[in-house]
T-cell receptor
Framework: DAKTTQPNSMESNEEEPVHLPCNHS???????IHWYRQLPSQGPEYVIH???SNVNNRMASLAIAEDRKSSTLILHRATLRDAAVYYC???????????FGSGTQLTVLP | EPEVTQTPSHQVTQMGQEVILRCVPI?????FYWYRQILGQKVEFLVS????????KSEIFDDQFSVERPDGSNFTLKIRSTKLEDSAMYFC?????????????FGEGSRLTVL
C-alpha cells in the first residue's frame, strides 16, 4: 500500500477551524483517500473519503490536491469532542483491509 | 443510528484458554472484519469475511484464530489457545459495500486480557 505521512500531533482552539494535512506522494490512480478518527477508548470512526474531487459531509471536508499527492481534512469548527487520533489511509479499489498508521493526535483547547 | 455491537466489553482469561469474542454487525451489511489494537500501538487488520468465507487475512491471523458467522446475525472471533501477546482491544467492523467505496463501521471493542 502507498504510504501516508501525517504530523504526530496538532492543537486547535475550540470553535476554530482545523486543517489536518496528509502527504501521500506515492499515491496511485486507483487509491481512494480515507479518513478515520479514534476517540479515546473507542473504535475507529469513519470521517470521510474521496478519490479526486473535494468532498463534504456533515462531519468534515476533504480537500484533495490537484496532483493527489496530498490532502487536507478540514473540521470547520472544532469542538472538545473532536479531540482524537485522525488517520489518513490510502485504499485501493479492490482492497479488503485498511492499514492504519500512527495518525495525528488532535488536541482541542477550550 | 445502526451500530456494531460487541460482547464482552472486557474478558480476562488465563494463558492457554480458548476465547470467543462476539459481534453483531449492522443488519444489511455484507462484509465483516476483525481488527486489534495492542495498548499504545496501531490498529491492525486481522481478517475480512464475505459470503461466508475469509476473503483476506493478515500474518497475525494464524491457526490459533478462526472466524465464524454461525447464524444470520452474529460474527465471532475465536482464539484457540490464548497467549500473553494476544492481550489487546479487538474491534469488529462491518461495511455494506466493498471497502474502497464505502465506510467501515467499527464496534466499541472487546478488551482481552491474558494472564
Amino acid at each position: 500500500d502507498a504510504k501516508t505521512t501525517q504530523p504526530n500531533s496538532m492543537e486547535s482552539n475550540e470553535e476554530e477551524p482545523v486543517h489536518l494535512p496528509c502527504n501521500h506522494s506515492t499515491i496511485s490512480g486507483t487509491d481512494y483517500i480515507h479518513w478515520y478518527r479514534q476517540l479515546p477508548s473507542q473504535g475507529p470512526e469513519y470521517v470521510i473519503h474521496g478519490l479526486t474531487s473535494n468532498v463534504n459531509n456533515r462531519m468534515a471536508s476533504l480537500a484533495i490536491a490537484e496532483d493527489r499527492k496530498s490532502s487536507t481534512l478540514i473540521l470547520h469548527r472544532a469542538t472538545l469532542r473532536d479531540a482524537a487520533v485522525y488517520y489518513c489511509i490510502l485504499k485501493k479499489g479492490s482492497a479488503r483491509q485498511l492499514t492504519f498508521g500512527s495518525g495525528t493526535q488532535l488536541t482541542v483547547l477550550p | 443510528e445502526p451500530e456494531v455491537t460487541q460482547t464482552p466489553s472486557h474478558q480476562v482469561t488465563q494463558m492457554g484458554q480458548e476465547v470467543i469474542l462476539r459481534c453483531v454487525p449492522i443488519s444489511n451489511h455484507l462484509y465483516f472484519y476483525w481488527y486489534r489494537q495492542i495498548l499504545g500501538q496501531k490498529v491492525e487488520f486481522l481478517v475480512s469475511f464475505y459470503n461466508n468465507e475469509i476473503s483476506e487475512k493478515s500474518e497475525i491471523f494464524d491457526d490459533q484464530f478462526s472466524v465464524e458467522r454461525p447464524d444470520g446475525s452474529n460474527f465471532t472471533l475465536k482464539i484457540r489457545s490464548t497467549k500473553l501477546e494476544d492481550s489487546a482491544m479487538y474491534f469488529c467492523a462491518s461495511s455494506e459495500v466493498g471497502l474502497a467505496m464505502g465506510e467501515l463501521f467499527f464496534g466499541e471493542g472487546s478488551r482481552l486480557t491474558v494472564l
